[in-house]
């Protein structure tokens, strides 16, 4: 995570993948112990998926809970 991203995984970080076509979400944690990796997938509904310009972008928590939620 570290060198590709350049994040420090001990730092508290979530890392998200989001899907093209906006139906799956990816998030990789760091927990003291290891990755923590969790999946959803939206049945009908598009996960909100912002303009990034860059590769890289940073969620506060309002804006990761309205992304993680979804839409129909």
Known sequence: M???L???PLSGVAVV???????????LI???T???QFYKRLEGAKFVRPQ???GV???SPKQFSTAFEGSD
């Open 17 to 27: 993948f989001l899907a093209k076509l906006a139906g799956w979400i990816e998030v």
């Open 2 to 4: 570290q060198e590709v």
């Open 52 to 54: 990034v310009l860059v």
């Open 57 to 59: 972008m940073k969620f």
């Open 6 to 8: 350049g994040l420090d």
């Open 30 to 32: 760091w927990d003291r």
């Open 34 to 36: 290891g990755i923590v």
